[in-house]
């Protein structure tokens, strides 16, 4: 029977779909694989089931040699733990979950674009500690979204989902920088550059994927083409961002905050964030609701049963 590893424990209605036509073996672990644990599963199953954190680089697919694995159905949508050219030149197929996360990773970038305008965990913090004394008319004064600009930075699936939240949701108006004209079906300004862009908006987000083209996309150029006011919101990547320009903005009063899922370094979030009032910082929450990991982890599974079928993979990379 087809021998399938899956490397984190995903939704039991998931395992169990994947039970129905292989033999699954589960890694109980819910940390990164090791380097050793991504050789034994290229060698000892036909399929694998990786995820965020897993690397397999081309140096671990190169000491892995001549696979048993010919299929790495990604939970997730980013796979840039995965080099892809290697893979596919080792003769693996990749595959990854579009869609089902877009909706679930749109609304936590609201829920940081919200938090942080509305400095809702400063609030928070300072309720729990006992220290309100009750409403006052200049207490905890923040930016109201309704009418500012939001620039996005990526605009496909979750870009434009947030895009659509921050127009027909809160009256926004929308900016976007991209590679690719886009066909848009609300109302958005189409800027130059990503400069251009940071210069223009009140409230930046970024939805691009990772990996080496968008490394350190948002640098300290960008950062000072922000005006003082705005915030950066980041739900796509960690090293999307130079954390320590980041660090140095927020500091500087260059920008005037920031709401983070995602952390260059993750799971370590340095202390010179945890320490700013002014930033929300979120446990890579994108995709974090059960019906949202069953959704993901039925495409990973559709895409297995597909390749175990010889058919083509309905999400191939
Ligand atoms: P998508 O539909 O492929 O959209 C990505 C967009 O980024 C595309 O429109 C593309 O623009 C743009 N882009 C790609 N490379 C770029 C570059 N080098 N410079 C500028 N723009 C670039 O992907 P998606 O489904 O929206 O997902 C986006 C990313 O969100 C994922 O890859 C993942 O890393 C992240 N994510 C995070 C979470 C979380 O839990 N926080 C959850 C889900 C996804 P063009 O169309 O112009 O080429």
Redesign the pocket.
């Known amino acids: 029977m087809t021998k399938v590893f899956m490397s984190r424990p995903l939704p039991e209605a998931v395992q169990a779909a994947a039970r129905e036509f292989c033999d699954l073996t589960v890694r109980e672990l819910t940390t990164p694989m090791t380097p050793d644990e991504m050789v034994m599963s290229l060698a000892d199953y036909d399929g694998v089931v990786p995820t965020l954190g897993d690397f397999y680089t081309a140096d671990i697919l190169a000491e892995a040699g001549d696979t048993r694995c010919k299929v790495l159905a990604n939970f997730g949508?980013?796979y840039?733990h995965i080099d892809v050219a290697a893979a596919k030149a080792a003769g693996i197929a990749v595959s990854n979950t579009?869609g089902a996360?877009?909706d679930a990773?749109a609304d936590?970038a609201l829920c940081l674009m919200l938090m942080t305008a509305r400095r809702a965990g400063e609030g928070e913090r300072l309720l729990r500690a006992g220290q309100w004394e009750g409403w006052h008319p200049t207490q905890l004064l923040g930016m109201h979204l309704g009418g500012k600009t939001v620039g996005i930075v990526?605009?496909?699936?979750?870009?434009q989902a947030i895009a659509r939240r921050c127009h027909f949701g809160f009256g926004m108006n929308v900016a976007y920088a991209?590679?690719?004209p886009k066909t848009l079906d609300f109302p958005a300004e189409a800027k130059d550059s990503l400069l251009d862009l940071a210069a223009a908006v009140d409230v930046m987000v970024l939805?691009?994927?990772?990996g080496a083209?968008?490394h350190h996309?948002i640098n300290a150029d960008v950062l000072t083409a922000m005006q003082p006011h705005a915030i950066l919101i980041n739900?796509?990547?960690g090293n999307v961002v130079e954390e320590a320009a980041l660090i140095n903005a927020l500091q500087s009063g260059q920008i005037a905050g920031a709401g983070l899922?995602?952390y260059e370094f993750e799971p370590a979030v340095p202390e010179a964030l945890r320490a700013m009032e002014n930033v929300t910082l979120l446990p890579?929450l994108?995709?974090a609701a059960l019906e949202v990991r069953t959704d993901m982890g039925m495409m990973s599974v559709a895409n297995l049963r597909a390749f175990f079928a010889g058919k083509p993979l309905p999400n191939a990379i």
Do not use: F, K, Q, Y
């Open positions: 949508v980013g840039n579009p996360v877009t990773t936590i990526g605009m496909g699936r979750i870009g991209s590679r690719r939805a691009v994927p990772g083209e968008t996309l739900i796509a990547r899922d995602v890579h994108g995709t």
